[in-house]
T-cell receptor, first 110, second 116 residues
């Protein structure tokens, strides 16, 4: 079983749409959660951390459901520049490392 | 700030050759790691280090060696390249092991390696 699982997509949405990604993680002892963004042929970059109470950064909202062990990312008013792959990331509770999901690809269409 | 610098950006090797992928950071980060990224597999941890002189294996360590003689540098050595090692390699760092958990990583720009 993979530590982190994501729907690979692709998600093709028009500009201005709202899109949501989910991810599930396998180890209930994980404590830290992130969403990273990766552009084509580039390195991953931290988009936002995910806190238990949920958190928002502009058009992006991240939520954590510990009981169901899933994390979500909501993007409102999608922009062309949001086109990228979004990686769900969870810490390895047994070591100081991070597990990365395979990513969900988003394409925002004009 | 240079951040995390990886060299080379591209490399083609023949099967059986050896090489070293370089990674350097100028942020005084204690924690450094190497990941490989393959289609459909996501990023997988190869080796990591929590400080100078300390290294440990990740999920896919076979065929790779690392050392951490200084805080700044964390080279990854391919001992005898195989086609299965064709991948994109990313070096990542964080202020501390706990910092990695709290704040995530800073990644280098990657090395695209092809083994023929």
């Amino acid at each position: 079983r993979k530590e982190v699982e994501q729907d690979p997509g692709p998600f093709n949405v028009p500009e201005g749409a709202t899109v949501a990604f989910n991810c599930t993680y396998s180890n209930s002892a994980s404590q830290s959660f992130f969403w990273y963004r990766q552009d084509c042929r580039k390195e991953p970059k931290l988009l936002m951390s995910v806190y238990s109470s949920g958190n928002e950064d502009g058009r992006f909202t991240a939520q954590l459901n510990r009981a169901s062990q899933y994390i979500s990312l909501l993007i409102r008013d999608s922009k062309l520049s949001d086109s990228a792959t979004y990686l769900c990331v969870v810490n390895d509770p047994g070591a100081n490392n991070l597990f990365f999901g395979t990513g969900t690809r988003l394409t925002v269409i004009p | 700030n240079a951040g995390v610098t990886q060299t080379p950006k591209f490399q083609v090797l023949k099967t059986g050759q050896s090489m070293t992928l370089q990674c350097a950071q100028d942020m005084n980060h204690e924690y450094m790691s190497w990941y490989r990224q393959d289609p459909g597999m996501g990023l997988r941890l190869i080796h990591y280090s929590v400080g100078a002189g300390i290294t440990d294996q990740g999920e896919v360590p076979n065929g790779y060696n690392v050392s951490r003689s200084t805080t700044e540098d964390f080279p990854l050595r391919l001992l005898s390249a195989a086609p299965s090692q064709t991948s994109v390699y990313f070096c990542a760092s964080s202020y501390s092991p706990q910092g990695a958990i709290n704040y995530g990583y800073t990644f280098g720009s990657g090395t695209r390696l092809t083994v023929v």
